[in-house]
């Protein structure tokens, strides 16, 4: 069967390896960004309804990952809005009933979070991406031109609310339009909204390639790093645009998550003991003992007593 609705899996910079899932016909969306990727909207509504068939979406999934495939995340994301197709929350269902081992991932605009049904349905996902362009209406207006329907104040309400009460993972993904967004007040009207949400990393993005409109420029490494300076003191930021950047929250975060392979590795070559670990990795005891702890009531490494102390090594 044509893979009709998923993309992918494509190699993501964010996400590694993502397979695409599409739910809603080239350009539906609540917003027309200046900068969007894909083009104008044609169909600007925050009407939910089910967009494209979510049986046949399943189905896809299904044949699609009863293949075993390695994937980072299944990523609802496409030309378009994803929260705006009523079925979404039954493929997260499906997703998580009958294959837990995947990890979900939601891009959205965020203007549907003030719908509960909405939040219902996305309870489920892993990884929330949010983006966050505008700091006021007029802002909101000039970047995301959005429906009649939105309302700025309700749409951040909205967010702060879910960023603080959901189980997933939350990176608010904010967009600078040099000239429009990034005056000295914007910065700090920001910088109140991210202390509010307290998502798990802010992600500053620019123009990278053509937008819907010719007169954005991507913002400098210099204005960027004014926003890092902002908002870093209370969340981590990653800059993921042409200028990179990652607050060392994050490459520490990075390292850490590399710990149990480093260990393996390591005691692979030689058996070595926690302090020997200190020595090599230069990350703090209780950290490493605390992963040690788990390789071995895991049974992936075993420890044995010497008068030099506990040795691990691997199983035999
Ligand atoms: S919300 Fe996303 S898909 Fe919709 S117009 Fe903006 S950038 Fe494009």
Known sequence: MKKKYLFGPVASRRLGISLGIDLVPFKTCSL?????????????????????????????LDEFLKTNPEIDYLTFSGAGEPTLNSGIGKIVDFVKDNYPQYKICLLTNATLLNNAEVRREI???????PSLDASNTEEFYKINRP???????DYIKSLIEYCRSTQAEVWLELFIVPGINDSDEAIERFMEIVKSANPDKVQLNT????????????SSAENTMRFVRAIE?????????PFKYKSSALRQKIELGKLDHQ?????????????????????DADIIKKR??????????????????????LPL
């Open 233 to 241: 003191p209370f969340v981590p930021v990653e800059a993921v645009g």
């Open 147 to 153: 429906t009649q329907q939105l309302d700025f104040d």
């Open 207 to 218: 123009l990278d390639r053509p937008g819907v409109v010719d007169w954005i420029e991507p």
């Open 123 to 129: 309870e489920r996902i892993d990884l929330c991406v």
């Open 292 to 313: 040690l702890d788990a390789l071995v009531a895991a049974g992936k490494i075993n420890s044995e007593r010497s008068s030099r102390g506990d040795f691990f090594s």
């Open 32 to 60: 027309n960004c200046v900068y969007c990727e894909s083009g104008a909207t044609t169909v600007l509504d925050t009407k939910r309804k089910e967009y494209v068939p979510v049986a046949d979406v399943i189905s896809q």
């Open 263 to 283: 260990i393996v590795e390591l005691i692979e070559r030689r058996p070595s003991t926690l302090e020997d670990m200190v020595e090599t990795f230069g990350i």
